[in-house]
């Protein structure tokens, strides 16, 4: 199926539901109205029965708190206690409950109260009657609380109850948590029972969170009567639901069921591990009352996606199935290599034009790349001939060297041998058989043959003196470093000083990853630091100052980075420091200066 194939057939998947929704929706708009609506309650209701049962429960964990705290398990009345120690056993109780009631994020609180079976009055200094919503409360066989005894055969279960609360010299009915506490440690008997009251308001504050049009939500046990409802003066009452109520069975639907009568849509959520409903009762007029509005509204929009549609399709049409099927039969038709054409459709600026775009030039840039490859396979044929032809003539220059020093040796000529010797060594880490590193000792011996040179050619009395460690000899440097750095020393520092000239090089561990190596003279000529920091800092440098050191310090930030390089410093009596700072590293090849062979 090709793009335009396509195009049509997402015209036609965009407006047919459409058309099929407008025919659906004015025939049964009232059913799927009430269906979808229902459905709507269905989730909301189980969310909100999921808030509830997640307040319960942290009503449920907060009693198990406070039963198993041992606070309360010692509050067993006994003639065994002193006065004293029963009235800090009942404070400090009391603060405890005290404290878990209390509202957390500004809603509503929920008060616990532990009223204790006292028959022997062992704690008379208490309150009999509750005197406030939260406290410990001891009572004996002839004031005992007519849901005392239920809660005591729950066995420790805690259930939700309408209770009557006394609170003062008032009576009030609240929806309660009763849950009994028994005796841990002789695993036997009951200490009391634990009643969370005022959950009344902790549901309805549940409540306040679901809308629905003047609709109604009960909260009920099994039996249907009504703990608390969002309709004034519901509680306690029995609520009546459809007869088609009692004809569901239990355990179906995870406890969920939805009844549509003519007045009223009921939505319930029984809880039958709680024993418990969460009803909501819509009555259908507030519903119908939208179903011709929403008729129209569907139609409108039928109408105006349609429109849109066409529009859409017309656009894209022309906009874009052109210029793609002229880009497809280039893309098929192209060969690398091949002349491209004029890119068509040059003026566009969305996406498809930059699309077009880039392929053709993409496909004018491998043609370039194409023939540059060639061109370059070419030089690089003739760059390794070339290089063949240089590196014949050192080695013969080497071999010769070396046959010239054993003629001279065998004349008797041992002073021309010697510097024949040393220019040969000069050779020979040049050559370093073409690597651009080499080990800091071969690096020396380099520079000791130049010197050697040197002092034999112009009989300088100069001294060098070598202070290296034997932990950095096989470190990498690049090849040909101190050479120049020695000659400045030399020409521009102690050449005409005689036995008075020093050179020393140096060299040390810096931060265990870096090594630092200086070369000092005490030259007595004036040098312009400034002028040498220019040239080795700035992109480009002064060529009268020369290209020596800015080369040898471009060398070392090629190979190792910018944190590495070369500088100069005035030394603090006399003359010229120049300070080297190398990565730490090793020489494992053995032979970085091993002598060139043919």
Known sequence: MNVKQQIILLFIIMVSPILLLQWYGNTRAELILKRHVTNAYVELNKQNMALLSRDIDTVNKITTTIIQNPLTQQLVPSSGDTVFERVQEYSKLDKLIAGYSISVNGGEAVYYSLYVYDPEDYYYFAPKIPMTQTGVYFFSDRDKPEWFGEAVKKKGEGYMKLIRNNIGFSTQTTLAYVRSVNNISNGHGVIGVLVATKMDKKIGESFQSVTLPDGEIYFTDSTNRVLTATTPGMIGTTLQLPPEAAGIKRGEADGMSNIITPEFIYVINDNHLLQQKLVYKIPVNSLLQQQNELKRVIQLISIVYTIFGIIVILYFWRSLMTPLQRLAYFVRSYEP????PETPGKGRKDEVGVLISSLYDMARRLNVLIHYKYQMEIKEKESQLQLLYQQINPHLLYNTLESIYWKSTLEGNSESAEMIKELSKLMKI??????????????????????????????????VIWNIPDELLHNLIPKITLQPLIENSIIHGVRNMGEDGEITISGALLDHDKIIIRVEDNGYKKVDFEAIHRLLNEEKGDPAIGYGIRNLDQRIRLHFGKGFGISYEEREERGTRVVIILPRSHDESGDAAAGPTI
Do not use: N, P
């Open 430 to 463: 040049s050559l370093s058989r073409g690597r651009e590193l080499i080990s800091l000792e071969d690096e020396m011996e380099h520079a000791k043959a130049y010197i050697s040179l040197q002092q034999k050619r112009y009989e300088y009395g100069f001294q």
């Open 337 to 340: 290599g091949k002349r491209v």
